[in-house]
């Protein structure tokens, strides 16, 4: 069975300076990717980032970076430069194999002082 | 702007009631999945429907039943409602083998409170 676990139920972090979100997974496919979605106050679901599990390279969209450990099984979500609008919940999710079926994280609140 | 659709946004019922959730799925998104998320239980996937047919199954009681029309889009029939059903419930897309990995995108959600 695939797990995801977000152990940080709150962090919160001073504007501009960066913040890491901890997410770490357990599964015994070889194959899958990790996903981290932004839900905002107003309750949609907004796509961040992707990492594959063969992908060398850790990814960056924009402010956001994953920061990859696969003997560690962590995929942390990385965002440089916070902003007031950073201010969500973040979910971490996992999608093994031939499934199209993300498993989720209970998820991280982030609150971004001025 | 994901480009899901989900009406309505907001749904207040009675216990014992029946209601349906309606989607549409961004354009040519052949597969819609539907979620529920609840303070207590967190985001679960209920059901995933290509083209159609019902692909996967998740945590969906009995008392739930989903479908996809040819047009794509997709209703979520929940009924017998319980006060435990008050959730927010996503609709989500994906364009299913088009991309070397099938990223989701989510609608605004109906927030469906069950008085």
């Known amino acids: 069975a695939q797990k995801i676990t977000q152990t940080q139920p709150g962090m919160f972090v001073q504007e501009k300076e960066a913040v890491t979100l901890d997410c770490t997974y357990d599964?015994?496919?070889?194959?899958?990717?990790l996903f981290w979605y932004k839900q905002p106050s107003s309750g949609e679901m907004i796509f961040l980032i992707y990492q594959g599990s063969y992908d060398e390279q850790n990814a960056t969209e924009g402010r956001y970076s994953l920061n990859f450990q696969k003997a560690r099984k962590s995929a942390n979500l990385v965002i440089s430069a916070s902003q007031l609008g950073d201010s969500a919940m973040y979910f971490c999710a996992m999608r093994v194999g031939g499934s199209y079926i993300p498993t989720f994280g209970r998820g991280t609140s982030l609150i971004v002082h001025p | 702007d994901s480009g899901v659709t989900q009406t309505p946004k907001h749904l207040i019922t009675a216990t014992g009631q029946r209601v349906t959730l309606r989607c549409s799925p961004r354009?040519?998104?052949?597969?819609v999945y539907w979620y529920q998320q609840s303070l207590d239980q967190g985001l679960q996937f209920l059901i995933q429907y290509y083209n159609g047919e019902e692909r996967a199954k998740g945590n969906i009681l009995e008392r739930f039943s989903a479908q996809q029309f040819p047009d794509l889009h997709s209703e979520l029939n929940l009924s017998s409602l319980e006060l435990g059903d008050s959730a927010l419930y996503f609709c989500a897309s994906s364009a299913l083998g088009g991309s070397s990995y099938n990223e989701q995108f989510f609608g605004p959600g109906t927030r469906l409170t069950v008085l």
């Open positions: 599964t015994s496919d070889q194959s899958y990717g």
């Open positions: 354009s040519g998104d052949l597969s």
